[in-house]
Nanobody, 111 residues
Framework: QVQLVESGGGLVQPGGSLRLSCEAS?????MGWYRQAPGKERELVAT???????NYADSVKGRFTISRDNAKRMVYLQMNSLKPEDTAVYYC????????WGQGTQVTVSS
């Protein structure tokens, strides 16, 4: 059973930046981030595989960057130019033969 633990959420003003981190307790092939805003469905933010290939939601392209450190079993989400509509609970996600989810970390973008 692999566990995912997120950190780095918080309150930031519009236009600001935050960096989310996620540590996996085991090896995972594909990792990424999802988010869920109040009253909305959970949506994909970005994914990254072992080779470093990435995929982003259109709403975050050019503002967010996903990266990973395979040796440390870490995945990161650098979020720049944050907007109020980025406010959500962000979940770390991973899949190899099954899916794994973190507990979520709150990101609030507000002045």
């Amino acid at each position: 059973q692999v566990q995912l633990v997120e950190s780095g959420g918080g309150l930031v003003q519009p236009g600001g930046s935050l960096r989310l981190s996620c540590e996996a307790s085991g090896w995972i092939n594909k990792m990424g981030w999802y988010r869920q805003a109040p009253g909305k469905e959970r949506e994909l933010v970005a994914t990254i595989i072992l080779t470093g290939d990435t995929n982003y939601a259109d709403s975050v392209k050019g503002r967010f960057t996903i990266s990973r450190d395979n040796a440390k079993r870490m995945v990161y989400l650098q979020m720049n130019s944050l907007k109020p509509e980025d406010t959500a609970v962000y979940y770390c996600w991973g899949t190899t033969f099954r899916e794994y989810w973190g507990q979520g970390t709150q990101v609030t973008v507000s002045s």
